[in-house]
């Protein structure tokens, strides 16, 4: 099969290794750009979210670049991610591309029939194949989110050495075929990326934002218009509230400790949210509220225009705020969002966090 799927950050790079191992011709699709943007608002209906207009893009440059069969997750809840599939692929059997696609639900304790979608996929692969591509695909993920982690931390001492170095950290990575190389290049890449932060300036002491929100919109730089670099590029160090290895852990492998920092979050967010809204509305709450009591300086909340769990998530913040006096900006994007107009957000949000800590210092 020649599969393509969704860019989501680094993501991609997982997916392509998996299909790979299991003997699938990949055809990642190229990296977001307002190319990708455009193709997907000119065919999406116009009040759908923005991951759906990018993954729409996503797919007609895969099929372009001669992708047959697109891989799609499902989903199930009260938001729209549910039916993104079943749109997509309507959109583009509209615009008379041929193509299958595989759309995988999460197993919702069905794990026969989560097992029976994946079957197309495994192409015929023996169990310990499959076995030992899902777990180099698993070595990737917990990497790259090391790694990235790492960077948000020493980025704000080297800015442009740090980025250089994840960079070619992560295009090292995408080129690996097993287990041994991968700790190697991990390995060597956490050794150079700890050096920033040996040199650092031990007199200064960082502001610290967090960022919460929907997760296309937290991992896919080009849709967040690089708020991570542009606030390490102003001294600050960010904290992603949600990684994809944290995803896996709880909605995949059920990780007790993840499964506890759920439960975490779900009470510290009780006063406010009390139940699921679907996408992550519900931790966008929760989490903010836990940053405010570990003092964190800010929270940014980016999400989609439109989109409705984050929107709950909008209509509380400001009572989290003004309970735990704490910064909250929110960012509501779509494919309309420029870097300039962000720029100058962010560059108040900071002045006056910065400002804040003074008077309170
Ligand atoms: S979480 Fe928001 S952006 Fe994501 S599918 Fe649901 S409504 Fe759309």
């Known amino acids: 099969m020649k599969v393509t799927f969704p860019h989501m950050g680094n993501l991609w790079i997982a997916l392509k290794a998996l299909f790979e191992k299991l003997g699938h011709e990949v055809i990642p699709p190229p990296p977001v750009t307002r ?69 995988v639900d999460p197993p919702m304790g069905d794990w026969t029939r989560f097992l029976q979608d994946l079957q197309p996929l495994g192409n015929g692969c023996r169990g310990r194949e499959v076995w030992n591509a899902l777990t180099l695909v698993w070595e990737i993920i917990k990497a790259l989110d090391h790694l990235h982690r790492m960077l948000l931390k020493v980025q704000i001492y080297n800015h442009r ?44 002491a960082p502001l610290k934002i967090a960022i919460v929100g929907e997760v296309f919109m937290m991992w896919e730089p080009y849709v967040n218009l690089d708020l991570e670099k542009t606030l390490g590029g102003m001294g600050v160090e960010v904290i992603r509230s949600a990684y994809p290895s944290d995803w896996i852990c709880e909605n995949v492998l059920f990780n007790p400790r993840h499964m506890l920092r759920r439960l975490i979050f779900k009470k510290a967010a009780r006063p406010y949210l009390n ?87």
């Open 35 to 103: 190319k990708t943007i455009e193709l997907g608002a000119r065919y999406a209906p116009e009040f759908a979210c923005l991951p759906l207009k990018v993954n729409v893009g996503n797919f007609i440059e895969g099929l372009e670049e001669g992708a047959e069969t697109i891989v799609m997750l499902g989903g199930s809840g009260p938001c729209r991610f549910g039916y993104y599939a079943q749109v997509e692929r309507e959109i583009l059997k509209d615009l008379g591309y041929l193509f299958d696609i595989i759309i």
């Open 161 to 204: 050495g740090a980025w250089k170095c994840y960079e070619k950290a992560v295009k090292a990575i995408t080129e690996v075929g097993d287990k041994k190389l991968l700790q190697r290049v991990t390995s060597e890449s956490i050794r150079e990326l700890a050096l920033f932060s040996e040199v650092q300036n031990s007199t200064l």
């Open 275 to 361: 139940c699921f809204v679907g996408g992550h509305g519900w931790e966008s709450v929760g989490k903010s509220v836990l940053y405010a009591r570990k003092k964190i300086d800010g929270v940014i909340h980016v999400l989609p225009f439109t989109c409705m769990p984050e929107i709950v998530a909008q209509s509380i913040l400001p009572s989290v705020s003004r309970d735990y006096k704490l910064p909250v900006l929110t960012l509501s994007l779509d494919e309309h969002s420029a870097q300039a107009g962000l720029l100058t957000r962010i560059e108040a949000f900071v002045d006056l966090i910065r400002e804040k800590k003074q008077v309170t210092a």
